[in-house]
């Protein structure tokens, strides 16, 4: 079992930074890729970031690429994700998940395991 706990969210002006992070429990988070997602209300939850196990191998998805950073610490067995250049359209819940696999998926069922989430808010 594992259990994943996301920090940092808040509120935030347009063009600003934000950087969340995701603390899991348990000895076996290298065997873990990890991902991020988001969801607006009244909208599906949508795949942000992933991250390999190693941390050598990451996918972005087209709206946040080169603005936002996935990285992870497997000695801390914390996961990260920095947001910067914020738009009003990034306001979402932010979801940590973690896949019992190498490399991660943007697909959301293919996560085992999910976080309580944590709002970001992006103001005009």
């Known amino acids: 079992q594992v259990q994943l706990v996301e920090s940092g969210g808040g509120l935030v002006q347009a063009g600003g930074s934000l950087r969340l992070s995701c603390a899991t429990s348990g000895r076996t988070f290298s065997t873990y890729a990890m991902g991020w997602f988001r969801q607006a209300p009244r909208k599906e939850r949508e795949f942000v970031a992933a991250i390999s196990r190693s941390g050598a191998i990451i996918d972005y998805a087209v709206p946040v690429k080169g603005r936002f950073t996935i990285s992870r610490d497997n000695a801390k067995n914390t996961v990260f994700l920095q947001m910067n250049s914020l738009k009003p359209e990034d306001t979402a819940v932010y979801y940590c998940?973690?896949?019992?696999?190498?490399?991660?998926?943007?697909?959301?069922?293919?996560?085992?395991?999910w976080g309580q989430g944590t709002q970001v808010t992006v103001s005009p």
């Open positions: 998940a973690a896949h019992a696999g190498t490399v991660g998926v943007r697909t959301p069922s293919g996560y085992e395991y």
